[in-house]
T-cell receptor, first 111, second 113 residues
């Protein structure tokens, strides 16, 4: 069966520090991968998606970047965090033709 | 064109009652409509989904009703239970476009005793 792992679960980082969130998927190959952000009490905003190794599409211009160095690994990064980067970050994967399975999320607080 | 509008924003239902959440979409190319359930501090989990070739899909106490001509779909939770208290998101996608889901803004459901 397929599983998705996302870590860390919580993170408190100072403004201006770097960020690296990692997501890995097991039990499947060549999945579509996604990063979403959810602000407190708000909906889900698509940040990045990837249909293959090295292929990254950005949905919203921002202070973040994403990379997919391996087929089942998706990384969300920032060189310098802003207060506005705080939120609940969710990784998800999808087979090519239907809906997502989400990871358990990372609660990021920038202080 | 890409929006999915969800209502109500919050909903309080008594135990045993019917919870109804509505969504409307604009993009006629959407061909897959899932609903997600999210508990606090957790990632959303797929609850039930429908394709536009059927008007209704039922799984246990959860039913999706789909009206293609009106571009609307709704989630009905029958015999609502306190354990159903969560945030519910509708979503839509065109499965030919990397399956990028467009989400509604969410409905916070509280089921009271």
């Amino acid at each position: 069966s397929q599983t998705i792992h996302q870590w860390p679960a919580t993170l408190v980082q100072p403004v201006g520090s770097p960020l690296s969130l990692e997501c890995t998927v097991e039990g499947t190959s060549n999945p579509n991968l996604y990063w979403y952000r959810q602000a407190a009490g708000r909906g889900l905003q698509l940040l990045f998606y990837s249909v293959g190794i090295g292929q990254i599409s950005s949905e919203v211009p921002q202070n973040l970047s994403a990379s997919r160095p391996q087929d089942r690994q998706f990384i969300l990064s920032s060189k310098k965090l802003l207060l506005s980067d705080s939120g609940f970050y969710l990784c998800a994967w999808s087979p090519w033709d239907y809906g997502y399975t989400f990871g358990s999320g990372t609660r990021l607080t920038v202080v | 064109q890409q929006q999915v509008k969800q209502s109500p924003q919050s909903l309080i239902v008594q135990k045993g009652g019917i919870s109804i959440i509505n969504c409307a979409y604009e993009n006629t190319a959407f061909d897959y409509f899932p609903w997600y359930q999210q508990f606090p501090g957790k990632g959303p989990a797929l609850l039930i989904a429908i394709r536009p070739d059927v008007s209704e899909k039922k799984e246990g106490r959860f039913t999706i009703s789909f009206n293609k001509s009106a571009k609307q779909f709704s989630l009905h939770i029958m015999d609502s239970q306190p354990g159903d208290s969560a945030t519910y998101f509708c979503a839509a996608t065109n499965t030919g476009t990397a399956s990028k889901l467009t989400f509604g803004t969410g409905t916070r459901l509280q089921v009271t005793l």
